[in-house]
């Protein structure tokens, strides 16, 4: 073979290496390494998309409730159990009608496309506050449900609606642990 032609090719054959390698990093960058959830900016174009679409679409952001102490009492390694309890829990919930994501740390957010076909936020809120075995020991987990129907919004626009789910997560907060608004 003809060293010029096997030269004129290994440039080519790097940039579709490179190529493949950004483009699994970017994938990989849009899910969480440990829940496997989509990450803030996956889910947020998506979750734009079905909010779009679907005028029936619900968007719950869920945050855990002394996420912290479960860290510092219990170390990190049961913390990242809870979170993974907590992934599943809601991916479950969503069912074949929603997509679940980790926004960050202790915080999650689901948009459900059909709300009708899952089993409703208080299922959900159940579903969450069930304890988490790591180690041997049962760890107490709840967490803080806020939500926002599309049709509340004036326009459909997921930052309103990310932004109503917030107001009512934080109200339930503010009635205590446990609670769903």
Not at 32 to 53: C, F, Q
Request: net charge positive.
């Amino acid at each position: 073979m003809d060293t010029h032609v096997i030269a004129a090719g290994l440039p080519a054959l790097g940039w579709a290496l490179h190529g493949g390698m950004l483009l699994r990093r970017l994938a990989t960058a849009r899910r969480d390494p440990l829940t496997g959830l989509h990450t803030r900016a996956g889910w947020t174009t998506r979750a734009e998309h079905l909010i779009a679409k679907h005028p029936g679409a619900l968007v719950v952001l869920v945050d855990l409730d002394d996420f912290k102490a479960v860290n510092d009492t219990h170390g990190h390694a049961a913390g990242d159990t809870v979170l993974t309890a907590t992934a599943h829990r809601l991916t479950t919930w969503c069912g074949r009608h929603g997509i679940a994501a980790r926004l960050g740390g202790d915080e999650f957010a689901a948009i459900v496309t059909d709300p009708g076909r899952t089993p409703g936020l208080h299922a959900l809120r159940t579903a969450l506050d069930q304890s988490v075995t790591h180690n041997g020991h049962a760890l107490p987990v709840s967490a803080s449900v806020g939500h926002c129907h599309r049709e509340e919004l004036p326009v459909p626009a997921l930052t309103d609606a990310l932004s109503a789910a917030d107001s009512s997560m934080y109200a339930a907060k503010g009635h205590g642990r446990r609670h769903t608004r």
